[in-house]
C-alpha cells in the first residue's frame, strides 16, 4: 500500500469516528452542559476527553492486533456474546439514525425552508449515494474529512464572534467551580458509546491496516478521532459559553440553533444548518457503515451484499423518520442501553488481550488495561444507574 494512501486511510478512520460523534446530540448536549456549568463544563470536557482515549486506543488496538471485528472477538471469547454484542449496536445504531436523520431534515429546513421530512429524505438519498459509488470506502472516507472540517471551521468563526472569557475557561477546566459525573458520563457515551468508538476501527481493518506492525499507527488514528472531536466540542463549548455569560436566554427547543444565531445573526443561524446537516448525515454514513460491519461476519449473505444492507439500514432510518417521526420512548430506551455496551465491548477487549489464541504474542500495556478496567467499572456503574432509575420513569 502506497504511503499516501495508507495516510487516507488513517485519516478517513479518524475523522470517519468522530464525525460519527458529532451528530445533533452532541450539538445540542454540548450547549446544553455549557449553559447549566459556565466555564466548568471545561473540566467536564477535559475529564471525557481522558476517557475517551483511553478506551478507544484499548479497542482500537486489539482490533488491530487480533485482525477480526468486534463481534468475532467476542464469539470467541464466549459463544452467542458477539452475537448480542451485534444486536445491541444494530439497535442502537438503528434508533441513533433516526434521530440523526432528524437533524439533517432540520439542517436542510434551517438552510432552504423546505420541511424537515422532505429535507430528512433528500438527505437520506445523499447519504446512499455515499455507497453506491465505485469506491464506497474511499467516498465516505472523503465526505467525512471535508465535512469534518467544514464543521470545525465555521464552528470556529462562530466562536471568535461571540467572543468568549477565553482565560477564565482555561481556569475553570483545571480548577472548576462544580463537578457534573453526569455530564461526564453522557460526554463520555456521546464520543465512544454504541457503536462510534468501532468505526474507525473497523475501518482500518477493512482497509488492510491491521497486526502488530500497524499498532503505531492505529493508536495515532485512535488519539486523532478522540482530538478532532474534542476540538470541535471545546470550539462549540467557548462559542456557547460566549453568548450564555452575556445573559441571552437560549431557546430549549433548539440550544445550538440560539448560539449560533445571537453570536452571528441571520448568517449565524444558516451556518448552524449546514453545520447540524453536516453533522447529522456523517452520522447517518457512520452509523449505518458501523452497525452493518457489526453482522457481515455472522452470514455470508450479509457479508456478499455489504453495501445493500447498509443501503436498507439508511432507507429504513429514513423511512421510519419520514413516515411514524421520531419514536421518543424506543430512542431514550435504547439510548439507555447503548450506554452498556462501551463497558462490555471494553471488557471484553481487555480479556481479549490477554488470550493468546486471540492476540499471538502481543503484549498490552498494564497502563492501557488499568486504565480500561476503571472506564468499565465507572461506565458499568452510571448505565445501570440510568437505566434502573430512568426507565420506570418513562413507562411508568
Same mark, same amino acid.
Given at each position: 500500500?502506497?504511503?499516501?494512501?495508507?495516510?487516507?486511510?488513517?485519516?478517513?478512520?479518524?475523522?470517519?469516528?468522530?464525525?460519527?460523534?458529532?451528530?445533533?446530540?452532541?450539538?445540542?448536549?454540548?450547549?446544553?452542559?455549557?449553559?447549566?456549568?459556565?466555564?466548568?463544563?471545561?473540566?467536564?470536557?477535559?475529564?471525557?476527553?481522558?476517557?475517551?482515549?483511553?478506551?478507544?486506543?484499548?479497542?482500537?488496538?486489539?482490533?488491530?492486533?487480533?485482525? @477480526?471485528?468486534?463481534? &468475532?472477538?467476542?464469539?470467541? $471469547?464466549?459463544?452467542?456474546?458477539?452475537?448480542?454484542?451485534?444486536?445491541?449496536?444494530?439497535?442502537?445504531?438503528?434508533?441513533?439514525?433516526?434521530?440523526?436523520?432528524?437533524?439533517?431534515?432540520?439542517?436542510?429546513?434551517?438552510? *432552504?425552508?423546505? /420541511?424537515?421530512? $422532505?429535507?430528512?429524505?433528500?438527505?437520506?438519498?445523499?447519504?446512499?449515494?455515499?455507497?453506491?459509488?465505485? =469506491?464506497?470506502?474511499?467516498?465516505?472516507?472523503?465526505?467525512?474529512? +471535508?465535512?469534518?472540517?467544514?464543521?470545525?471551521?465555521?464552528?470556529?468563526?462562530?466562536?471568535?464572534?461571540?467572543?468568549?472569557?477565553?482565560?477564565?475557561?482555561?481556569?475553570?477546566?483545571?480548577?472548576?467551580?462544580?463537578?457534573?459525573?453526569?455530564?461526564?458520563?453522557?460526554?463520555?457515551?456521546?464520543? #465512544?458509546?454504541?457503536?462510534?468508538?468501532?468505526?474507525?476501527?473497523?475501518? +482500518?481493518?477493512?482497509?488492510?491496516?491491521?497486526?502488530?506492525?500497524?499498532?503505531?499507527?492505529?493508536?495515532?488514528?485512535?488519539?486523532?478521532?478522540?482530538?478532532?472531536?474534542?476540538?470541535?466540542?471545546?470550539?462549540? *463549548? +467557548?462559542?456557547?459559553?460566549?453568548?450564555?455569560?452575556?445573559?441571552?436566554?437560549? &431557546?430549549?427547543?433548539?440550544?445550538?440553533?440560539? #448560539?449560533?444565531?445571537?453570536?452571528?445573526?441571520?448568517?449565524?443561524?444558516?451556518?448552524?444548518?449546514?453545520?447540524?446537516?453536516?453533522?447529522?448525515?456523517?452520522?447517518?454514513?457512520?452509523?449505518?457503515?458501523? /452497525?452493518?460491519?457489526?453482522?457481515?461476519?455472522? /452470514?455470508?449473505?450479509?457479508?456478499?451484499? =455489504? @453495501?445493500?444492507?447498509?443501503?436498507?439500514?439508511?432507507?429504513?432510518?429514513? +423511512?421510519?423518520?419520514?413516515?411514524?417521526?421520531?419514536?421518543?420512548?424506543?430512542?431514550?430506551?435504547?439510548?439507555?442501553?447503548?450506554?452498556?455496551? %462501551?463497558?462490555?465491548?471494553?471488557?471484553?477487549?481487555?480479556?481479549?488481550?490477554?488470550?493468546?489464541?486471540? #492476540?499471538?504474542?502481543?503484549?498490552?500495556?498494564?497502563?492501557?488495561? %488499568?486504565?480500561?478496567?476503571?472506564?468499565?467499572?465507572? $461506565? /458499568?456503574?452510571?448505565?445501570?444507574?440510568?437505566?434502573?432509575?430512568?426507565?420506570?420513569?418513562?413507562?411508568?
Amino acid at each position: 500500500m502506497e504511503k499516501n494512501s495508507r495516510l487516507s486511510i488513517l485519516l478517513g478512520a479518524a475523522f470517519l469516528m468522530a464525525t460519527s460523534a458529532i451528530g445533533p446530540g452532541f450539538l445540542t448536549q454540548t450547549t446544553v452542559f455549557t449553559q447549566a456549568l459556565l466555564a466548568s463544563f471545561g473540566f467536564v470536557i477535559l475529564i471525557s476527553i481522558i476517557i475517551d482515549i483511553g478506551a478507544q486506543i484499548n479497542i482500537w488496538r486489539i482490533i488491530a492486533v487480533s485482525e @477480526k471485528r468486534a463481534q &468475532d472477538i467476542a464469539n470467541e $471469547m464466549l459463544p452467542g456474546l458477539g452475537t448480542f454484542l451485534a444486536i445491541l449496536i444494530v439497535l442502537g445504531g438503528l434508533a441513533f439514525n433516526i434521530g440523526n436523520i432528524a437533524g439533517a431534515g432540520l439542517g436542510t429546513n434551517v438552510l *432552504f425552508g423546505i /420541511s424537515t421530512k $422532505m429535507g430528512a429524505l433528500l438527505s437520506g438519498i445523499v447519504a446512499v449515494a455515499i455507497f453506491l459509488v465505485k =469506491e464506497a470506502g474511499k467516498a465516505m472516507d472523503r465526505f467525512a474529512q +471535508l465535512m469534518g472540517f467544514v464543521m470545525i471551521g465555521l464552528t470556529i468563526y462562530v466562536m471568535f464572534k461571540a467572543q468568549p472569557p477565553y482565560g477564565e475557561a482555561l481556569v475553570k477546566t483545571f480548577m472548576p467551580d462544580e463537578i457534573d459525573l453526569l455530564a461526564i458520563i453522557t460526554l463520555v457515551g456521546g464520543t #465512544v458509546g454504541g457503536y462510534i468508538t468501532f468505526a474507525g476501527g473497523h475501518r +482500518l481493518l477493512d482497509a488492510g491496516i491491521k497486526g502488530k506492525a500497524a499498532i503505531p499507527e492505529v493508536t495515532r488514528s485512535a488519539v486523532s478521532a478522540i482530538g478532532i472531536a474534542s476540538i470541535m466540542r471545546i470550539f462549540l *463549548f +467557548l462559542a456557547a459559553l460566549g453568548i450564555v455569560i452575556q445573559g441571552v436566554t437560549i &431557546d430549549p427547543g433548539n440550544p445550538p440553533a440560539s #448560539v449560533f444565531k445571537h453570536a452571528a445573526g441571520n448568517f449565524g443561524y444558516r451556518i448552524f444548518g449546514v453545520v447540524m446537516w453536516a453533522a447529522a448525515v456523517t452520522s447517518v454514513v457512520g452509523a449505518a457503515y458501523t /452497525s452493518v460491519s457489526f453482522i457481515t461476519t455472522l /452470514s455470508k449473505t450479509i457479508h456478499k451484499y =455489504e @453495501k445493500w444492507f447498509i443501503v436498507g439500514f439508511i432507507t429504513v432510518s429514513t +423511512l421510519v423518520f419520514v413516515v411514524i417521526g421520531q419514536p421518543v420512548k424506543i430512542l431514550v430506551l435504547v439510548g439507555a442501553l447503548n450506554g452498556l455496551i %462501551l463497558p462490555i465491548a471494553l471488557g471484553v477487549m481487555l480479556v481479549a488481550a490477554y488470550k493468546k489464541r486471540i #492476540v499471538g504474542d502481543y503484549k498490552h500495556p498494564l497502563w492501557m488495561t %488499568l486504565f480500561g478496567i476503571v472506564i468499565v467499572i465507572a $461506565m /458499568s456503574y452510571m448505565s445501570i444507574y440510568t437505566i434502573m432509575k430512568g426507565i420506570p420513569k418513562l413507562f411508568g
